[in-house]
């Protein structure tokens, strides 16, 4: 990535940082989307989920407006996220599978984990947090 471009997404994803700090998160999410429609970056969708003041099945559809164009671990990780906070959780496990399939993490073994366990499959969730502790340790 050319130094140019990092320091514009480094000063952009501070930008965002303080509008969600000041609780200005409909400015902050307009200006995501605008920003990662020129510039995929999935460093940014981060951002996503610290947003609490927006429409979030608004969120969700943006955000899953971007499958049709990018298949990363980052956009399946968040997606699997905001479905957790509109409890939609057959479609969270489905986004984490996505991701592990996409690129194995430990912090979304332990996501999918957490969530195998909340929906009672006990022995399938031991099993996630055991596959996101043996690549944490590699």
């Known amino acids: 990535?050319?130094?140019?471009?990092?320091?514009?997404?480094?000063l952009f994803a501070a930008y965002?940082?303080?509008l969600i700090k000041i609780h200005a998160d409909n400015l902050a999410e307009k200006l995501l989307i605008d920003f990662l429609?020129?510039?995929?970056?999935?460093t940014?969708?981060?951002?996503?989920?610290?947003?609490?003041?927006v429409d979030v099945h608004q969120r969700l559809?943006?955000?899953e407006a971007w499958l049709t164009q990018h298949k990363d671990e980052a956009l399946f990780r968040i997606l699997g996220q905001l479905c957790i906070t509109h409890q939609l959780w057959g479609k969270a496990q489905g986004?984490?599978?996505?991701a592990l399939s996409t690129q194995?993490?430990?912090?979304v073994c332990a996501q999918l984990g957490a969530l195998l366990?909340?929906?009672?499959?006990?022995?399938?969730?031991a099993r996630m947090f055991q596959r996101g502790l043996d690549l944490a340790l590699v």
């Open 1 to 10: 990535m050319p130094n140019q471009i990092k320091a514009e997404r480094d």
């Open 16 to 18: 965002i940082r303080a």
């Open 37 to 42: 429609n020129r510039n995929w970056e999935p």
């Open 44 to 53: 940014l969708l981060h951002f996503f989920q610290k947003m609490q003041h």
């Open 61 to 63: 559809t943006h955000v």
């Open 95 to 98: 986004y984490f599978e996505a």
């Open 104 to 107: 194995e993490t430990p912090f």
């Open 117 to 125: 366990l909340q929906l009672g499959q006990t022995e399938e969730s």
